[in-house]
């Protein structure tokens, strides 16, 4: 019997599907464009994966690729949220542009079996969103836009229904989106729990009122790990362990 006590809300990037790749070849190929330069190379995509849970839109992306570019070797383990922002505030001019960019960018890529052959569900969560699905009202909230949700979707074979799929691309936090679900629900809030891997949605989402919980079967970032538990955040390192957590928050 499906629970009504909590409604189950999954970010996509970094939690459904691993799109850090993805995201990355485009923002360098946009960066590349937009400088000249051309720095795409595994060891900058490896620091992009580590880094890119601070940055939570396209624009955002260009100070991500900006300082990468500018230090190679700067470790991502120590980046607090509010120094990437810093950053981010100045480049907000040039970052808008940037979007411009990389979503044109996007849009042609998009057409090629390329796009698609990088992008991936992370094991064991396809198992995770179905069982889920099963047990409660489960929902995916995004900033990613629709149409290239859906086609990853259809593209893995991932069945799941169009209507529960909410997004609100150009936005940096889900919070109109929690406040959507718990209206059409009927529901508190409180009863919504948000699944996400950048910890900056997940403590916005807690200031509402939200249960959350940071998935860290990506890429392990400390600096989450550490500021989530002194936020009062779980931290779930796999899908199973996420099953287990919202099990509890369900009790």
């Known amino acids: 019997m499906m629970s009504k006590n909590v409604i189950v809300a999954f970010d996509f990037d970094g939690v459904i599907i691993d799109t850090a790749y993805e995201s990355y070849l485009i923002s360098a190929r946009t960066y590349n464009e937009m400088t000249k330069k051309n720095t795409i190379s595994k ?25 990468i570019n500018e230090n190679p070797k700067l470790d991502f383990s120590i980046l607090s949220q509010d120094d990437f922002d810093k950053n981010a505030i100045k480049n907000k001019e040039v970052g808008k542009e940037f979007e411009e960019k990389f979503f044109q960018t996007r849009k042609k890529m ?5 796009w698609f052959k990088i992008q991936s569900p992370f094991e064991g969560v396809v198992s995770l969103l179905n069982k889920m ?13 629709r149409e290239t949700v859906l086609a990853l979707l259809n593209y893995h074979k991932i069945n799941f229904p169009e209507e529960k799929i909410l997004t609100k691309p150009h936005v940096e936090t889900k919070d109109i989106l929690i406040k959507e679900i718990a209206e059409k629900e009927k529901v508190l809030i409180s009863q919504i729990i948000l699944i996400d891997d950048a910890l900056k949605q997940l403590v916005n989402a807690k200031q509402i009122g939200a249960k959350t919980i940071l998935a860290m079967w990506g890429e392990k970032r400390e600096v989450f790990e550490i500021e989530a538990k002194n936020e009062g955040i779980p931290v779930a390192y796999s899908p199973k362990e996420c099953e287990k957590i919202i099990s509890q ?3």
């Open 110 to 114: 998009a057409q090629t079996n390329e």
């Open 43 to 67: 060891k900058h995509a490896k620091q992009y994966s580590k880094g890119r849970a601070f940055s939570l839109n396209a624009q955002t992306n260009y100070t991500l690729i900006k300082m």
């Open 133 to 145: 699905s099963k047990d409660y009202s489960t929902y995916i909230v995004t900033t990613k836009a």
């Open 249 to 251: 928050m369900d009790a």
